[in-house]
């Protein structure tokens, strides 16, 4: 059975420009590459030839990788989504029962994760720690910097 991989319409969008991207201009660009580094001659000591070729290799595992994503994407509509527990696609608010800094999550698919811009991983250990509960309750996270214990302030939608 293939698993699906859950996704935010935004996401999904994202992935699927992405492999637009290396079908459409990336891939010819380095088709190009290679051409013209092999018209260079003895292709052994040919460095372009060989970082096109890298390239190459690069840009078709990329676009493999994505594919299955976009095959297997499961898609969650978000406008959809409501409730007082967390789950994917919600938006957390916390306070650091330590530090008394807030910070503000959206739980996404592993793909789409980005913590610079407040996106974590479904599968994090803060995301795994925050399902199931709900305003108001503690969550104790054992992260790589050691334990951390966090308030959840605010579950949002959308």
Same mark, same amino acid.
Request: charged share 30%; hydrophobic share 35%.
């Given at each position: @059975?293939?698993?699906?991989?859950? @996704?935010?319409?935004?996401? *999904?969008? %994202?992935?699927?420009?992405?492999?637009?991207?290396? /079908?459409?201009?990336?891939?010819?660009?380095?088709?190009?590459?290679?051409?013209?580094?092999?018209? +260079? !001659?003895?292709?052994? &000591?040919?460095? &372009?030839?060989?970082?096109?070729?890298?390239? /190459?290799? +690069?840009?078709? !595992?990329?676009?493999?990788?994505? &594919?299955? *994503?976009?095959?297997?994407?499961? #898609?969650?509509?978000?406008?959809? @989504?409501?409730?007082?527990?967390?789950?994917?696609?919600?938006?957390? %608010?916390? #306070?650091?029962?330590?530090?008394?800094?807030?910070?503000?999550?959206?739980?996404?698919?592993? /793909? &789409?994760?980005?913590? %610079?811009?407040?996106?974590?991983?479904? $599968? $994090?250990?803060?995301?795994?720690?925050? #399902? !199931? %509960?709900?305003?108001?309750?503690? #969550?104790?996270?054992?992260?790589?910097?050691?334990?951390?214990?966090?308030?959840?302030?605010?579950?949002?939608?959308?």
């Amino acid at each position: @059975m293939v698993e699906k991989v859950p @996704m935010t319409p935004g996401g *999904f969008a %994202k992935l699927q420009e992405e492999l637009r991207w290396r /079908q459409q201009e990336e891939r010819p660009r380095i088709i190009e590459a290679i051409s013209e580094a092999r018209a +260079h !001659g003895d292709l052994s &000591e040919n460095a &372009e030839y060989h970082a096109a070729k890298e390239a /190459q290799s +690069h840009n078709e !595992g990329r676009i493999t990788e994505l &594919e299955d *994503f976009v095959a297997r994407a499961e #898609i969650i509509d978000l406008s959809k @989504m409501s409730g007082s527990k967390i789950k994917f696609g919600a938006t957390v %608010k916390l #306070i650091d029962e330590d530090t008394d800094e807030e910070k503000t999550y959206q739980i996404v698919g592993d /793909q &789409e994760a980005d913590v %610079k811009s407040g996106r974590i991983s479904i $599968s $994090s250990p803060i995301a795994r720690a925050l #399902i !199931g %509960k709900e305003a108001g309750e503690s #969550i104790e996270v054992n992260a790589p910097g050691g334990s951390k214990a966090y308030e959840i302030l605010e579950v949002t939608w959308g």
